[in-house]
Structure formats: C-alpha cells, structure tokens
C-alpha cells in the first residue's frame, strides 16, 4: 500500500512541477491543435462546400459555419489521444485526404 501511495505521488509531482519531456508534448499538442485542427477544418469545408448540391454561395457560408465546430472538435480531439503523434497524424492524414479530394473535384490549389 505504501509504494502504490508513493507511485502515485510521484505521478502527479512529475506533472505538476513539468519535466521537458511533458512540457514538449503539451506544446506539440497545442501545436497541433491550432495548426493540424485549422488546416482539418479548412479542407474539410473547402471538400464540403465543393460537393454540396447547393448553390455556390450557400454552399460555402453553410461550409464555413461548419468548419468552426470541426476546429473546436479538433482541438478537443488533439488532447483526447493518448500520445502527440497521434494528434498530428490523426489531424495531418485526413486533412491531406481532404486537400486532395477536393483538389482532385475542382481547379487549383485547395490551401
């Protein structure tokens, strides 16, 4: 009982004070937040807004409205992972996935 007492303690010391190795992760999570979650929602919407069967302009303002509850599920999704890799692959891949689908449907460079 006394080492799971102490094992716990230095679990929570550790995290508290913030070794270099936490304190990276949280950064590259941060990092991944803002910038894996913006360019997620961006070429989500850009995908969107280029297969709706809307018109154009309704098509992109329904998109763009979208795209900001995609980079709040985003972010939160970046600090739900168990690791940083994972938040930036899983933001990275299909944010590249969408880029080229919608690259693919219509002229130009989608970011």
């Given at each position: 009982m006394a080492?799971?007492?102490r094992d716990s303690g230095n679990v929570g010391a550790?995290?508290?004070?913030?070794?270099?190795?936490y304190r990276l992760a949280v950064l590259?999570?941060?990092g991944a937040?803002?910038?894996?979650?913006y360019a997620f929602a961006a070429a989500l919407s850009?995908?969107?807004s280029r297969v709706s069967a809307t018109p154009k302009a309704e098509a992109v303002l329904t998109a763009t409205m979208l795209s900001f509850a995609l980079y709040a599920g985003a972010i939160l999704w970046a600090f739900a992972v168990r690791t940083a890799t994972r938040a930036w692959v899983g933001l990275a891949v299909p944010a590249a996935a969408?880029?080229?689908v919608s690259w693919l449907l219509g002229?130009?460079?989608v970011l």
């Amino acid at each position: 009982m006394a080492g799971q007492m102490r094992d716990s303690g230095n679990v929570g010391a550790s995290r508290v004070g913030g070794t270099a190795a936490y304190r990276l992760a949280v950064l590259s999570r941060i990092g991944a937040a803002a910038f894996g979650g913006y360019a997620f929602a961006a070429a989500l919407s850009i995908l969107i807004s280029r297969v709706s069967a809307t018109p154009k302009a309704e098509a992109v303002l329904t998109a763009t409205m979208l795209s900001f509850a995609l980079y709040a599920g985003a972010i939160l999704w970046a600090f739900a992972v168990r690791t940083a890799t994972r938040a930036w692959v899983g933001l990275a891949v299909p944010a590249a996935a969408c880029a080229v689908v919608s690259w693919l449907l219509g002229a130009g460079a989608v970011l």
